[in-house]
């Protein structure tokens, strides 16, 4: 609660310390010659007065949130009874998170042991005072530092290489953020996934025609060893996704070319955004209806002609999965077709071609960069779809070509050995860490080909 007023505190002084900074800024001129005399626009001392008065005062509350969780149970620790603390480390990180659990709620105040309620009482306590503290602390740096920034206001001071330069820090330091959490994911997934081959071997995960991940936790549990072959997840994703884009592709492209280029210009309005719907469902509303009508249908379908048909099948999941994805390749396709320079157009019927030649020999070519684009990150739409698969393919591993029969993919067996409570040192929750890298690289290589193809084509239509 002190934290939630004091966000407001810091964005009402940041506010009015805009304003006392253009204010005096203003003043300063009027002083010295009018506006010409001033170095920068007074909104820029305004907005250097601000960032002076805001920019500590946030760097403080960062650092303490950080700070404030291992300073406060540093501090509780002394008085906690001897027996707790000699406990082994999980032991005792179990009683931390009970300490934890009841400061934030919850856990009733009147259950547990008294020892871990005295400790959280202790905790809320402290974490009051330190609050009021730091709350102190800040406003005082924001006063002194806005106070400081506003004296110096003067026609000499460079507010706007100032403000630019800081905005261009904080640029800079988004893009780290994101740069840095690619890394970090990218490291977490190595890392696992390396625990993971030291216990299967690579050949075997890559080459092995088995998949059966069930594995004893303790030594003296009764449970498979355990099969780690990964071909039939490879298979199977690869299944659902050919037939999906197989769906997707044809009725996406040729519905960008219509709207492009033959449809009216009112129905192209019209049809684009309810097209663009589809994207808009949850998926798994698709997946409901995946299980309740597509998958009857084609099992129903297949039993009339004498074919045995699964009741989870690959082409069950991956049509619904094709009619989801039709808007990521109409949609960013007829957005490329449309962006074709008319020029282009006009020469080609100028020296005697049909409507449909320029559309086939030269609005298409030239717009081939996106629309590969577009494709891939369909693709990508359907490597990485999970609730469609589980509910219309079931979870079966099945070393399979038939799309009549049940399959699975990466991402389903990935949530499969991730869900409930797993023991990270077993190759049983590790190969979901495995499975991941794999579909890192799937995906990388997917956009090295689309960077590789709009750099082939870019220079030949500029």
């Not at 659990?101 to 009147?110: E, F, K, P, Q, Y």
């Not at 102190?136 to 506003?150: F, R």
């Not at 299967?200 to 995960?205: K, M, N, T, V, Y």
């Not at 009508?293 to 699964?310: Q, Y």
């Amino acid at each position: 609660m002190i934290y939630s007023f004091l966000l407001l505190i810091i964005l009402l002084l940041g506010a009015s310390a805009y304003f006392l900074g253009t204010a005096r800024a203003v003043a300063v001129s009027q002083q010295t010659g009018g506006m010409r005399s001033l170095h920068s626009l007074p909104s820029h001392y305004g907005a250097l007065t601000a960032l002076g008065c805001v920019l500590p005062a946030l760097i403080i509350y960062a650092l303490w949130q950080i700070a404030e969780p291992m300073i406060l149970t540093s501090m509780i620790k002394g008085n906690l009874p001897a027996e707790m603390l000699k406990l082994s480390a999980n032991e005792f990180g179990l009683v931390l998170n009970d300490i934890r659990n009841m400061v934030a709620g919850n856990t009733l105040s009147g259950t547990g042991n008294p020892a871990v309620m005295a400790a959280a009482e202790q905790y809320i306590s402290l974490q009051t005072s330190a609050g009021r503290i730091v709350s102190m602390v800040i406003l005082v740096t924001m006063c002194v530092s806005a106070a400081t920034i506003y004296s110096r206001i003067d026609i000499h001071l460079r507010a706007r290489n100032i403000v630019e330069g800081l905005i261009k820090i904080a640029i800079i330091a988004c893009s780290a953020v994101a740069i840095f959490t690619t890394i970090g994911i990218v490291l977490s997934v190595l890392f696992e996934a390396i625990r993971f081959f030291k216990i299967i071997p690579l050949q075997d995960f890559i080459l092995g025609l088995t998949w059966s991940p069930q594995t004893a936790i303790r030594a003296d549990q009764v449970g498979s060893s355990g099969a780690f072959g990964a071909v039939p997840i490879f298979v199977g994703t690869t299944l659902i996704a050919l037939i999906a884009m197989a769906v997707a592709i044809p009725i996406g492209l040729l519905s960008a070319i219509y709207l492009s280029e033959y449809a009216h210009p009112k129905f192209r309005a019209t049809a684009k955004p309810l097209m663009e719907i589809l994207a808009g469902i949850p998926t798994v509303v698709y997946g409901f209806f995946a299980a309740l009508t597509v998958a009857p249908f084609i099992r129903d379908l297949g039993m009339s002609v004498h074919l045995d048909v699964s009741s989870e099948s690959a082409l069950a999941a991956g049509l619904v999965m094709g009619i989801m994805i039709i808007p990521f390749v109409s949609s960013l396709s007829e957005d490329v077709l449309h962006a074709v320079p008319q020029s282009l157009r006009d020469g080609s019927l100028a020296l005697g071609a049909t409507q449909f030649e320029t559309v086939k020999n030269v609005v298409v070519p030239a717009a081939l960069p996106g629309i590969v684009g577009g494709i891939l990150l369909a693709v990508s739409r359907a490597i990485g779809e999970t609730m469609i698969v589980v509910m219309a393919a079931g979870l079966s591993a099945n070393l399979t070509f038939n799309p009549l029969e049940t399959v699975t993919t990466v991402t389903v067996q990935i949530v499969t050995l991730l869900v409930g409570d797993q023991e990270f040192d077993s190759p049983k929750t590790l190969a979901a860490f495995a499975l991941g890298l794999v579909l890192f690289f799937f995906t990388l290589c997917l956009n090295i080909i689309a960077i590789r193809v709009v750099q082939k084509y870019r220079e030949q239509y500029e």
